[in-house]
């Protein structure tokens, strides 16, 4: 899809934070998802950052690199806003090519204490999501 700043791709998905994840956030434990981008022979991260702000009672979600920030009064809201996300895919508004996109929690981004139990126990901190593929118009 052309945009004034050039391609972006719209991301239409279901991601399902796992109990860990809720309860990460709920104490104020920042996530972070991690999209792999892979077009016309290109690869590319994008990442979004999911906080819990307490003290103004909503969840956020900001796009790493971007200064607006997306408030939500309940998670549910936050969850819902991941159904679709836009990515600036950095390619030629005239590309044509197939490609495909990954997401996934960043483990190596949680603090210290709760990365061995996510690598230990990698079901408790498995982001529910699918590999995206799309192909050239």
Do not use: N
Request: hydrophobic residues 45%.
């Amino acid at each position: 899809m052309p945009a004034p700043e050039g391609l972006t791709l719209e991301v239409i998905q279901r991601i399902e934070l796992s109990e860990a994840m809720h309860a990460a956030l709920d104490h104020g434990i920042a996530l972070r998802l991690v999209y792999r981008i892979q077009a016309c022979g290109h690869g590319r991260q994008r990442a979004f950052w999911l906080r819990h702000a307490p003290l103004k009672r909503q969840y956020e979600l900001q796009r790493e690199g971007d200064d607006e920030v997306r408030g939500f009064t309940r998670l549910a809201a936050l969850a819902a806003a991941l159904d679709r996300v836009r990515l600036p895919l950095d390619l030629p508004a005239d590309a044509r090519c197939a490609g495909r996109v990954q997401v996934w929690l960043d483990h190596a981004a949680l603090p210290t204490p709760l990365r061995f139990p996510a690598f230990f126990e990698p079901e408790q901190w498995q982001l529910a999501s699918e590999t995206f593929v799309w192909s050239a118009p």
